[in-house]
């Protein structure tokens, strides 16, 4: 099983940017799909963005146009570059890993992301 450690959180202003980084144990070439789950205070933990073995994406409506979810197969790392950031991202950012059928195998333990003035 992969394990993955997330890097890259912190505290930015409204209009900001960051880039998080989920680095795997291993490599990534043979895992299905890839992306980060994002929990917000009280709120029920959302898919944020995905990407596949063949380079598909797909984004929650809500980032659309300001998050970039990439994979970098030399690293065994996936990226978000989160720009335009707004206070309403402000949650937990969860990487994770899942095969094929859409059974998540890994979870990394999850880094805070806080957009304030």
């Known amino acids: 099983q992969v394990q993955l450690v997330e890097f890259g959180g912190g505290t930015v202003q409204p209009g900001g940017s960051l880039r998080l980084s989920c680095v795997a144990s291993?490599?990534?070439?043979?895992?299905?799909?890839m992306g980060w789950y994002r929990q917000a205070p009280g709120k029920q933990r959302e898919l944020a963005a995905i990407?596949?073995?063949?380079?598909?994406?797909k984004y929650v409506d809500s980032v659309k146009g300001r998050f970039t979810i990439s994979r970098d197969y030399a690293k065994n790392t996936v990226y978000l570059k989160m720009n335009s950031l707004k206070p309403e991202d402000t949650a937990v950012y969860y990487c994770?890993?899942?095969?094929?059928?859409?059974?998540?195998?890994?979870w990394g333990q999850g880094t805070q992301v806080t957009v304030s003035s």
């Open positions: 291993r490599s990534i070439f043979d895992i299905y799909g």
């Open positions: 994770y890993a899942q095969n094929s059928e859409g059974i998540i195998e890994s």
């Open positions: 990407i596949t073995s063949g380079g598909s994406t």
